[in-house]
């Protein structure tokens, strides 16, 4: 089974370097909790994980190899649910499911957006259009895409924000069965979440000092060259 690390991560975001000298190593039925106050990179870091933003420097490997050497087969790897609900008002929930179970090659999408409603609890929204969702209703289907389209790598950016405590425990439920076929987990969350012998990173551990800036800057470690084919930083495929 593949382990997924990463060695000497930096990030730049604007004119200020976020998290310096990071490195992780997480391996298959594991999970990463992501700790640190506002601003510390933890929203930063999970998407350099998902290959949507550049490190300045460092690494990422898959089963040993790095990522940036064949970027376009990253994407199916992960599922990356951001903390913002990418939910189109004008489909209905079991549309808006089918079209990422679409995307993500699923044979029969309309089945597995189902089976993924029926799951997180809410097969009662499914021909409801995404501007008559609740926020905990779109928080629910966002976090369906986790089941409707199956990957290794779950990278959660607060995914917990306008769950109830029921909701909660069911999503526990979900990261439970996940880790126990050996994918692999890394969430950031200011909500107790139970991640059983998971581990912590502490974001503000690899806060840099002033004057850390590499100086050969963008393009340190081939990252520059090496993610030419991959997304943007607002996750959207290049022009």
Known sequence: MPVF???????????RLVFAGLAFRLAPGGALVLLGPNGSGKSSL??????????????????????????????ARVQYVGHLDAVKPVLTAAENLAFWAALGGAADPAANAARA??????????DVPGRYLSAGQKRRLNLARLLA???PLWLLDEPTVALDRAAIALFEGMIAGHRAAGGMV????????????????????????AGDMAEDGAGKDGWEDGWEGGWNTDGEAPR
């Open 5 to 15: 690390a990463g060695s000497e991560l930096t990030c730049l975001r604007g004119d």
């Open 46 to 75: 999970l998407r350099v994980m998902a290959g949507l933003l550049r490190p300045i420097g460092g690494s990422l490997s898959w089963d040993g190899r790095p990522v940036a050497e064949d970027p376009e087969a990253h994407p």
């Open 117 to 126: 409603l029926e799951r997180l609890g809410v097969p009662h929204i499914a």
């Open 149 to 151: 389209v199956p990957a």
């Open 186 to 209: 890394v969430l950031s969350t200011h909500t107790d979440i139970a991640t059983p012998d998971g581990e912590n990173l502490h974001l503000d551990d690899f806060t840099p000092c």
